[in-house]
């Protein structure tokens, strides 16, 4: 039951997705052909609400819901993020679904795309398996 302030934000969340357009799988291949600005002005502005968000964090020390406090760690650049992002991308333009709108598309009745989920899944345990082996 402490949870449901994360079930409703994703709701919401999802519902926005919907409504703006940004799981309609045309709207990506449009984003992938260069043939229209829309999905990228969604993701300049995911990026830019991002980090004014962080900043704001940062700025005024806020907390979670729970009280902690939140903390940024420095991440170090490795060639396996180069890999990652190219091999993401492509099932992205592949499949017009990346994670968030993938659950969306689901919830609007796009059941076809439970076949993405599940290989994101087998995705997801495959490096989890092949984790160590990979360049990090």
């Not at 650049?77 to 890999?83: C, M, R």
């Not at 609007?108 to 398996?129: C, K, M, P, Q, R």
């Amino acid at each position: 039951m402490k949870n449901i302030k994360y079930l409703a934000a994703g709701t919401a969340f999802g519902i926005v997705f919907v409504k703006a357009e940004i799981i309609s799988w045309f709207r990506i291949q449009e984003m992938f052909r260069l043939q229209s600005f829309f999905m990228y002005g969604v993701i300049g502005t995911a990026i830019l609400t991002g980090m004014l968000s962080v900043w704001l964090i940062k700025r005024f020390k806020i907390k979670t819901f729970s009280g902690e406090t939140i903390t940024f760690e420095k991440k170090t650049f490795s060639k396996g993020q180069i890999f990652g992002g190219l091999l993401f991308g492509i099932g992205w333009a592949i499949t017009g679904a990346c994670p968030g709108p993938l659950f969306a598309q689901i919830g609007s009745g796009f059941l076809v795309v439970g076949i993405t989920f599940l290989s994101a899944v087998a995705g997801t345990w495959v490096y989890g398996y092949l984790k160590e082996k990979l360049p990090h």
